[in-house]
């Protein structure tokens, strides 16, 4: 969906604080076989408990927030009430650099990116399912 596609930066953007910046991990079609929703466990390697971290789901107009959190180390979960275009955004405070004044900020997270690896690892008998993500080598 080139809309949802186009629409996702400044989603992820408005997620964040005046100190904080967004990235986007992934982005993906969901897709449960014989299921219109569900929760779903996503394995997302460098993500940590603790972290700020918003599963977007796209509802056919806009990026919206589902219920989720990280239950621990590189495994976010998330519940939706339909699924398809998915994103999984991380939240973190920008470092700053330079002295007192004239200081500039930067992103503190990992530049390598992550890349989806399994768009959907699903468990057809149920409504929980599995994604695994991992960082693309450069």
Do not use: M, R, Y
């Amino acid at each position: 969906n080139t809309t949802a596609k186009n629409a996702l930066s400044s989603a992820a953007a408005s997620f964040a604080g005046n100190s904080e910046t967004a990235k986007v991990l992934a982005s993906f079609d969901l897709e449960i076989p014989g299921q219109d929703g569900g929760t779903v466990i996503f394995e997302i390697l460098g993500v940590v408990k603790g972290e700020k971290v918003k599963v977007l789901h796209w509802n056919g107009s806009k990026w919206e927030a589902v219920p989720s959190e990280i239950v621990a180390d590189g495994q976010i979960k998330a519940t939706f009430d339909s699924l398809s275009p998915v994103a999984i955004v991380k939240v973190t405070e920008k470092a700053t650099t330079g002295g007192t004044t004239g200081g500039t900020t930067e992103d503190e997270e990992d530049k390598t990116g992550v890349g989806v690896s399994a768009a959907a690892l699903a468990a057809a008998a149920g409504l929980a399912g599995v994604v695994v993500c991992k960082k693309k080598s450069n």
